[in-house]
């Protein structure tokens, strides 16, 4: 099994900033895909930000270049860089890891979540 962590979320005004962190552990041979997914309050969840073994990273179009996604391999640990926080930036705020068990088994797991809201 793997657990993992989130952390850093919360109230920030708009133009601010914030970073989530999210630190994996459990039965972890390694990480292939680290990812950021949110859920605005009444609609779908959405991918934010992705990473991969490489260090490739993808991002959703309403955050380029505000966000940076990033990893820690050493700590199985990734984390989201937010600036330039706007309100439409509230969410809840999930992280994703694909995680290596064996050589052939792979399987994905999800944060708990944690809200950041964005607000005068």
């Known amino acids: 099994q793997v657990q993992l962590v989130e952390s850093g979320g919360g109230l920030v005004q708009p133009g601010g900033s914030l970073t989530l962190s999210c630190a994996a552990s459990?039965?972890?041979?390694?990480?292939?895909?680290m990812g950021w997914y949110r859920r605005p309050l009444g609609k779908q969840r959405e991918l934010v930000a992705a990473?991969?073994?490489?260090?490739?990273?993808k991002y959703s179009d309403s955050v380029k270049g505000r966000f940076t996604i990033s990893r820690d391999t050493a700590k199985n640990t990734t984390y989201l860089q937010m600036n330039a926080l706007e309100p439409e930036d509230t969410a809840v705020y999930y992280c994703?890891?694909?995680?290596?068990?064996?050589?052939?088994?792979?399987?994905?797991?999800w944060g708990q979540g944690t809200q950041v809201t964005v607000s005068s």
């Open positions: 994703k890891v694909g995680v290596y068990h064996t050589d052939t088994s792979t399987a994905d797991y």
């Open positions: 459990g039965s972890i041979l390694r990480i292939h895909a």
């Open positions: 990473i991969n073994s490489f260090g490739i990273t």
